[in-house]
Nanobody
Framework: QVQLVESGGGLVQAGGSVRLSCVVS????????MGWFRQAPGKEREFVAA????????YYADSVKGRFTISRDNAKNTVYLQMNSLKPEDTANYYC???????????????????WGQGTQVTVSS
């Protein structure tokens, strides 16, 4: 059974940092592009970042570029999202997702992602 399990969320003050982790089981992690999405109450799920299977290519939403960093450790079947300089508008439930798409602008959309985690809540207080 495919599982993506996120962790690391919580309450943090504006300007602070959080690192999210997503551990994957039951598929060949190193074959998949991994992404992070987020969804705030009353809003649609939106793309945050993605990383290619090798880690050689990364993609970021404009709203997080320069503040967030996505990385992966294929030996640990884990993808990370380091979130710095957090703002109240970063408050959301954060989801990791897996896609067999190797690259391209479609990674910024939900469609190519076949597997999703349950999410971890990040709340940024002002």
């Amino acid at each position: 059974q495919v599982q993506l399990v996120e962790s690391g969320g919580g309450l943090v003050q504006a300007g602070g940092s959080v690192r999210l982790s997503c551990v994957v089981s039951a598929f060949t992690f190193s074959s998949y592009t991994m992404g992070w999405f987020r969804q705030a109450p009353g809003k649609e799920r939106e793309f945050v970042a993605a990383i290619s299977w090798s880690g050689g290519s990364t993609y970021y939403a404009d709203s997080v570029k320069g503040r967030f960093t996505i990385s992966r450790d294929n030996a640990k079947n884990t993808v990370y999202l380091q979130m710095n300089s957090l703002k109240p508008e970063d408050t959301a439930n954060y989801y990791c997702a897996a896609s067999l798409l190797g690259g391209g602008t479609s990674l910024y959309t939900n469609g190519p992602y076949a597997y999703w985690g349950q999410g971890t809540q990040v709340t940024v207080s002002s």
